[in-house]
C-alpha cells in the first residue's frame, strides 16, 4: 500500500466508519476491546460503539481523512481469528438538494388555518346579512301537539 497519497474532496464522505464480521468474544472482553481500539487510534480520536447482535462496531471520527486512512489500512485485515470489513456510514443528505424532499405550502391564505393575533393588514370585517326565519315552519311547530300522530309529507295517490 502507497502512504504517498493525498487525499482530495473528502467532503461527500462520513467520518463514520463500521467494523463488521467481528468476533464475538470482542464484545465480552475489555482487553480484546482494548486491543482493537487501539488499532483504530492510531489514526486520531475516535469514539467507538459496539453493537454486539450485528457483531460490528461504530467508529466515530473527527474527520472524514482520519476515516478514510483507518478504512484504507484496516479493511480486510484479521483480528482475532476475523476478517474485519470496514465501511463508510452512509452520509447525510446535503442541504442544498431540496428536489428529494417535501417543501412547505406558500404561506397565501394560511390566516385562514389558525389566524394570527391580530388580522393582516387591509382587512377589513364583512357585514353579515341578519338570519332569515322561516315563519311558516316556525309556525307548523308551533301547532304541533304531544302524542297526537304528524304528518311530515301529504300522501299522494303513488304513496
Known amino acids: 500500500m502507497e502512504d504517498n497519497f493525498e487525499l482530495e474532496d473528502c467532503g461527500d464522505l462520513s ?8 468476533n464475538s468474544e470482542i464484545f465480552t472482553s475489555n ?8 488499532q483504530f ?9 459496539y453493537l454486539p ?4 462496531m461504530r467508529v466515530e471520527y473527527n474527520t472524514a481523512e482520519e476515516a478514510i486512512l483507518a478504512k484504507i489500512s484496516l479493511h480486510n485485515t484479521v483480528f482475532h481469528d476475523n476478517e ?3 465501511y463508510f456510514s452512509q452520509s447525510a443528505m446535503s442541504t442544498q438538494d431540496t428536489t428529494t424532499s417535501l417543501a412547505p405550502p406558500k404561506a397565501e391564505k394560511q390566516f385562514l388555518i389558525s389566524p394570527p393575533a391580530s388580522p393582516p393588514i387591509g382587512w377589513e370585517p364583512i357585514e353579515e346579512n341578519k338570519p332569515m326565519f322561516n315563519f311558516d315552519l316556525i309556525s307548523a311547530v308551533v301547532e304541533l301537539e304531544p302524542g297526537q300522530s304528524h304528518e311530515l309529507h301529504k300522501a299522494t295517490t303513488t304513496t
Open 53 to 56: 447482535s450485528f457483531r460490528r
Open 41 to 49: 487510534l492510531n489514526f486520531g480520536l475516535a469514539h467507538f460503539v
Open 84 to 86: 474485519m470489513h470496514i
Open 31 to 38: 482487553d480484546l476491546k482494548t486491543q482493537l481500539e487501539n
Open 15 to 22: 467520518p463514520i466508519l463500521f467494523a463488521c464480521n467481528l
